[in-house]
Structure formats: C-alpha cells, structure tokens
C-alpha cells in the first residue's frame, strides 16, 4: 500500500470511528429503548453515521477539492452501496446464522469499513 493511500486509509479508520459513534449510539437507543426491530435499527444507524462520516471523509481523510454537489451525490451512492452490505451482512449474522445482535452489528461494520475505503477513495473522492 503506498504511503498516501496507508494515510488515508488510518485517517479513514479514524473517520470510521466517529462515524460508528453516532451509528451505534442511534443502533443501541432504537433497539433499547424503543425495542425496534434490530435489522431497521442497524439501517437507521447506518444513515446517521453517514452524515458524519461525508462531512469528515471530505475535511479529512481525502482533503477533497472538489465542489459538494457532485461529490455528494457520489457518496450518496457509494453510501447506498454500502448500506446493502451491511443491513445484508446484519441480516444473515443475526437472523439466518443466529447469532447475537452485537456481534452481528460489529462484524457487519467491519466488512463495511473495509469495502467502502475503496469505493470512497477511488470512486467518491477520486485521489
């Protein structure tokens, strides 16, 4: 891994932190409280992480240049991708293979994280 993408990569790691910050504390209030149904809740939470993480992904990890409009968009999609893979990933964890919503959740993160490094950097933010 070259060394301008090993930075991006710790910065979008770092990104990728705040952002579950606000995914899980969504996640864990919905299911907790509200006693919704988890798969909705990780969905939910997976759309408030998002905003954080647009906001310091193009500040920070990626130091964009280009104009919010169509970089927005692009993000949007990248997030909608990114979306599927980790309500598909929470549903076959928690509802098919069984086991705990937790851990399904994390895990579900995890494989997200990893996928959407490379479609944000190559596809989103273009560097």
């Known amino acids: ?53 647009y906001i310091l992904n193009y500040i920070y990890s990626f130091r964009s240049q280009h104009r919010h409009g169509s970089t927005i968009l692009r993000f949007y999609g990248a997030v909608a991708f990114g979306f599927c893979v980790n309500t598909t990933c929470m549903f076959l964890l928690n509802e098919q293979v069984g086991l705990w919503v937790w851990p399904s959740q994390i895990t579900a993160s995890v494989i997200t ?4 490094f490379w479609v944000m950097k190559w596809l989103v933010f273009d560097r």
């Open 1 to 53: 891994m070259a060394s301008e993408t090993r930075t991006q990569f710790i910065r979008y790691v770092l990104v990728a932190l705040a952002s579950f910050c606000a995914q899980y504390t969504v996640f864990g209030l919905l299911i907790e409280m509200l006693d919704l149904y988890p798969t909705l809740a990780s969905a939910l939470g997976y759309l408030a992480g998002s905003v954080v993480n």
């Open 113 to 116: 994280v990893l996928v959407n």
